[in-house]
C-alpha cells in the first residue's frame, strides 16, 4: 500500500498538467491563506521536479520508487531481525514483574532469551536492575539489520543524492530541508552546532 501510496503522490506531482492549473491561478485578490496554499504547492511541484523535461520526470519517478522501495525494505530487515541476549538466572531479571519473567522460562542451554522484539525490550529496559544485561540488549537492538542494511543504506544514499541533483539541489540534506523551516541545511547545521 506505502508503495502505491507513493507512486501515486509522485504522480501528482509531476503531473504538468496539475502545475499549470495551479500555476494559472490569479490568487492576487485572494485571502493570505489561499495565497500560502498556492504557493506553497507550486514550491513543492517544482522542488518534485515538475519543472524538468520529461526524460528528467521519468528518471525522478524512477528514483522514487525505488527510494520508497528501499525505505521499506530497510525496515523490514530491522523488524525481521530479531536478536537476542541470554540471562543466566531469573535472579538477574530484578525490576522486571513476575509474570513477566514467568513467561521467559530458561531454554534447554538453560539461558533465559530476552529478544529485541518490543514486548520484551521495552519492559527490560525500563524495569531490569542490571545496568550490563540493558546495555547488552541495547546493543543488539541498534545493531539489527547489521549488516544486511549496510548495502541498503549505501543505495539510498546514493539514490537520493541522484535525486537532489535532478532536482536542483547539490546534495539531499538541503533537498530534505527545502520545504521546513530551516530552508537549507546549512542553516539546519548552525542551528545544531550553537
Excluded at 541498503?152 to 543524492?161: D, H, I, Q, T
Excluded at 547539490?170 to 548552525?190: E, I, Q
Aim: aromatic share 10%; charged share 30%; net charge negative.
Amino acid at each position: 500500500c506505502q508503495l502505491r501510496f507513493e507512486a501515486l503522490q509522485t504522480d501528482i506531482e509531476l503531473s504538468v498538467e496539475l502545475f499549470r492549473g495551479f500555476a494559472a491561478l490569479d490568487v492576487g485578490d485572494e485571502p493570505a491563506e489561499t495565497r500560502f496554499f498556492v504557493n506553497k504547492r507550486l514550491r513543492d511541484f517544482r522542488l518534485a521536479g515538475v519543472d524538468r523535461d520529461a526524460a528528467t520526470r521519468a528518471r525522478i519517478k524512477a528514483l522514487n520508487d525505488e527510494i520508497v522501495a528501499l525505505g521499506i525494505e530497510f525496515g523490514r530487515n530491522i523488524v525481521d531481525d530479531v536478536r537476542s541476549i541470554g540471562v543466566e538466572s531469573a535472579a538477574a531479571l530484578a525490576g522486571l514483574p513476575a509474570d513477566w519473567i514467568a513467561a521467559r522460562p530458561p531454554g534447554d542451554d538453560g539461558l533465559i532469551r530476552v529478544t529485541t522484539d518490543y514486548p520484551d525490550y521495552i519492559p527490560f529496559m525500563r524495569y531490569a536492575e542490571d545496568d550490563s544485561l540493558r546495555e547488552a540488549l541495547y546493543r543488539e537492538f541498534d545493531n539489527r539489520a547489521y549488516p544486511a542494511n549496510e548495502a541498503v543504506l549505501e543505495s539510498l544514499l546514493a539514490k537520493r543524492y541522484e535525486l537532489a541533483r535532478l532536482t536542483g539541489f547539490d546534495h539531499w540534506a538541503d533537498r530534505a530541508t527545502a520545504d521546513k523551516m530551516t530552508g537549507s541545511a546549512a542553516v539546519a547545521r548552525a542551528f545544531i552546532d550553537e
